[in-house]
Antibody, heavy 124, light 110 residues
């Protein structure tokens, strides 16, 4: 059974870079049928897609975050990572990593499974 | 890109059916059959309950069903149960090769 686990600092200072890693277990990140993505949820608010990556490195980002986001993949470690620069309090959220189904090239379909999520607070 | 539009809340009594709508545009919901629905209980990660408009992942109750007409997708829950009380989110693939979520709907089982 595929599982995803987020890891990284729970507290980041304003203007610094948020860095998280997602470790995939029970399956290979090099699957041709899937993308790997990051989604966040501010406390008490809805879900926001951040971006996704294919095992070969191709990425897709939310237009609203594109200038600050970098998602990378390390197939040797079965991990993918998120970096979000110049963070502010508005970036405080639970960050989820997850797997997208890929019905065809450049199509991001449904998301399953999700990691348990990790709360990242931006505060000095 | 703006979030897909969902009602903020819906409610129903046990045994009843409810429907949650999700309205987008021809660039997302109306343009592709890649609409999915997620159930989220408090403090938990979301779980997919409908994918590709009307398909249920393995293990999801057949009380959950999905449909789409034009730019609006819908999730129907029949035979409402107390355990269905949760937040529900729709999502769609977009013509910009991105993913967009709805604002979420809180379902209350009376």
């Amino acid at each position: 059974q595929l599982q995803l686990q987020e890891s990284g600092p729970g507290l980041v200072k304003p203007s610094e870079t948020l860095s998280l890693t997602c470790t995939v277990s029970g399956g290979s990140i090099s699957s041709r049928s899937h993308y790997w993505g990051w989604i966040r949820q501010p406390p008490g608010k809805g879900l926001e897609w951040i971006g996704s990556i294919y095992y070969s490195g191709g990425t897709y980002y939310s237009p609203s975050l594109k200038s600050r986001v970098t998602i990378s993949v390390d197939t040797s470690k079965n991990q993918f990572s998120l970096k979000l620069s110049s963070v502010t309090a508005a970036d405080t959220a639970v960050y989820y990593c997850a797997r997208h189904f890929r019905p065809s090239s450049a199509v991001l379909s449904w998301i399953d499974p999700w990691g348990q999520g990790t709360l990242v607070t931006v505060s000095s | 890109q703006s979030a897909l539009t969902q009602p903020a809340s819906v409610s129903g009594s046990p045994g009843q059916s409810i429907t949650i709508s999700c309205t987008g545009t021809s660039s997302d919901v109306g343009g592709y059959d890649y609409v999915s629905w997620y159930q989220q209980h408090p403090g938990k990660a979301p779980k997919c309950i409908i994918y590709d408009v009307r398909n249920r992942p393995s293990g999801v109750s057949n009380r959950f069903s999905g449909s789409k007409s034009g730019n609006t997708a819908s999730l129907t829950i029949s035979g409402l149960q107390a355990e269905d009380e949760a937040d529900y989110y729709c999502s769609s693939y977009t013509s910009s090769t991105t993913v967009i979520f709805g604002g979420g709907t809180k379902l209350t089982v009376l």
